[in-house]
């Protein structure tokens, strides 16, 4: 007697979709243990028949590595800026990275502290060209020259203040003043 037929020998639609499925599974194990036999029949590694590259090839990657600096490129950028000898101080910056603008305050040769914006006038001939994190650039006859915050002190401390004393309620001793009023007091009686 076979399971998914009926009395005349047919196979009904559930048997049929259930020996499609056993056919499928049969056929994707199959598939599997050929891959596996190839695998073990052609040993190789991760990548392939590798070899190694000529001596020539390592040696100019290694004088690659000996001219190239990661951490301070400075090929196809501009040199960096010299520190300017201006009678200038910078006391504060506004640093816009969005877009590109900002403003410092600066204090001037006469002692006086004024704020100026990307590309102002600081002095006749220089003008405020960057704002940076800690900096500026400022341009002076077409060249770059750079103003630091002064950090060679640290900034003073803030102390809160010291709490102050409260003052003693006037002295029962004393009459009131005329036009104060009295204290009531209760009886303990």
Same mark, same amino acid.
């Given at each position: ?39 073990? &029949? $052609?040993? /190789? #590694? ?5 070899? @190694? ?6 040696? +100019?990657?290694? %004088? ?33 990275? &969005? $877009?590109? /603008? #900002? ?5 001037? @040769? ?6 100026? +914006?990307?590309? %102002? ?33 640290? &900034? ?34």
């Amino acid at each position: 007697m076979r399971l998914w037929s009926d009395s005349s020998g047919r196979l009904d639609r559930s048997g049929a979709l259930l020996l499609a499925a056993e056919l499928l599974l049969l056929a994707l194990i199959a598939v599997q243990a050929a891959r596996l036999v190839w695998l073990l &029949a $052609t040993p /190789r #590694g991760p990548v392939g028949d590798w070899r @190694p590259v000529a001596a020539g090839a390592a040696s +100019a990657g290694a %004088e690659v590595l000996r001219t190239f600096d990661p951490f301070f490129r400075l090929e196809g950028a501009p040199a960096p800026a010299v520190v300017t000898s201006l009678n200038l101080r910078l006391f504060g910056v506004r640093e816009d990275r &969005a $877009t590109g /603008r #900002g403003a410092a305050i600066i204090g001037l @040769p006469d002692g006086t502290q004024r704020s100026f +914006a990307v590309g %102002e006038e600081i002095l006749p001939g220089v003008t405020l060209a960057e704002v940076g994190f800690d900096s500026i650039t400022v341009r002076l006859g077409g060249r770059a020259e750079q103003l630091f915050l002064d950090q060679s002190s640290p &900034a003073p401390s803030v102390s809160p203040a010291a709490p102050q004393p409260q003052t003693a309620p006037p002295a029962a001793s004393q009459p009131p003043a005329p036009g104060e009023a009295q204290p009531v007091r209760a009886n303990a009686t």
